[in-house]
């Protein structure tokens, strides 16, 4: 999902920089409030930036011969709230642009629209929809990552859309083209990436039920197992 | 994950999911099949998305220049893999802390309860014996 240095049109650039700024500076705020409540969590909040850090390391390869990799953003949206995971996605990306040559500083914006903001959203939303409708825990936080983790590349995928439009098709017969190399790629990782955060939810819910049922994400019955 | 799951569901549960993860990372390696070798004799396969999604940019739009340079490139794609091993080893030994320090605490807490009850059990037994 990185979109690379220099890779969009200067006007494009400066539209998601600022489109993503508001939410860049909103989580900024909801993470102070959040320590400040409970300090407690801040090593918690050090767990989420981590998973997100390995996660957004790993390049597997995929069905389509071609490699890419989950965001990891999904367990930091769950614990803080789905605007938290902006400037903490912001840092990952910032870290992988200037020492990995990984996305860019001109692309950051869009890059943190689809990865930090689109994707936690994404997984905030269809986890309080699984949790209404009845679902466990574990399906509610495998289908939040896994969505999350897909539609952050539908978006990026949109965003190249929108800068490249076909010359015959337009934007649609772009998008078919660009989500084919991201979206159809990311699926099976997708999975991957809903599997590996309902295993570090396991392991919380395990060791730290305390911080989990302060989050309200579990009650008291669900940590008995 | 519900209250009637033993800690050996959730053992298994937890194996399975890892499995999971293995085998979708493992599967494509099996079922993608080789292409044939380019032009230069490379055989061009399991290369990131990103570098894709750039070609495509050169299809649909060939004037298009970037405009801007990475400040830093890694020098290679060795160094380039260290680097991204380096943010996984830092990423996953801050989770391993976390979770060794909750398993921990967790098992401390247990043994403490135990040794309540033990003295508390103690305690009942010296008192009947002052009867």
Not at chain 1, 55 to 61: D, E, M, R, T
Not at chain 1, 80 to 86: D, E, H, L
Not at chain 1, 93 to 100: I, M, V
Request: hydrophobic share 50%; glycine share 10%.
């Amino acid at each position: 999902m990185h979109i690379m240095e220099g890779f969009l049109p200067v006007e494009h650039a400066i539209g998601w920089s600022v489109a993503s700024a508001p939410f860049v500076a909103w989580g900024i705020v909801s993470i102070k409030k959040r320590i400040a409540a409970n300090p407690e969590q801040r090593i918690l909040l050090g767990v989420a930036a981590a998973f997100s850090f390995v996660l957004s390391a790993l390049k597997l390869p995929s069905v389509t011969g071609s490699c890419s990799h989950p965001t990891g953003t999904g367990l930091g949206a769950l614990l803080f709230g789905p605007a938290a995971m902006a400037p903490i996605g912001a840092v990952v990306l910032l870290f992988q642009a200037l020492l990995l040559a990984h996305g860019g500083l001109t692309t950051l914006g869009a890059n943190i629209f689809s990865m930090a903001i689109v994707g936690p959203f994404v997984a905030y939303g269809v986890f309080r929809l699984a949790r209404s409708l009845g679902a466990s825990l574990a399906v509610g936080v495998f289908l939040a990552a896994s969505l999350a983790d897909l539609l952050t590349y539908v978006t990026t995928s949109v965003q190249l859309s929108m800068a490249f439009p076909d010359p015959v098709g337009g934007f649609m017969a772009s998008f078919v083209k660009f989500a084919g190399i991201f979206a159809v790629t990311q699926i099976p990782l997708a999975i991957s990436e809903g599997l590996l955060t309902v295993l570090i939810f396991n392991a919380l819910a395990r060791f730290n039920p305390a911080e989990l049922r302060a989050m309200k994400l579990i009650d008291r019955a669900e940590v008995q197992a | 994950m519900s209250s009637t799951q033993k800690p050996t569901q959730k053992r298994a549960q937890n194996i399975l999911l890892i499995l999971g993860v293995i085998v979708l990372a493992l599967l494509p390696l099996w079922i993608v099949e080789r292409p044939a070798a380019g032009p230069d004799g490379e055989v061009a396969i399991f290369g990131g998305a990103d570098d894709q999604a750039k070609n495509l940019i050169g299809e649909i739009n060939p004037e298009y220049q970037p405009w801007f340079e990475s400040l830093i490139e890694p020098a290679s794609g060795e160094i380039a893999s260290m680097l991204f091993a380096l943010q996984a080893a830092i990423g996953a030994g801050f989770i391993g802390y976390y979770i060794g320090v909750g398993r921990t605490r967790e098992k401390m807490r247990r043994e403490m309860e135990e040794l309540r009850e033990e003295l508390r059990a103690a305690a009942e037994q010296n008192g009947k014996q002052d009867q």
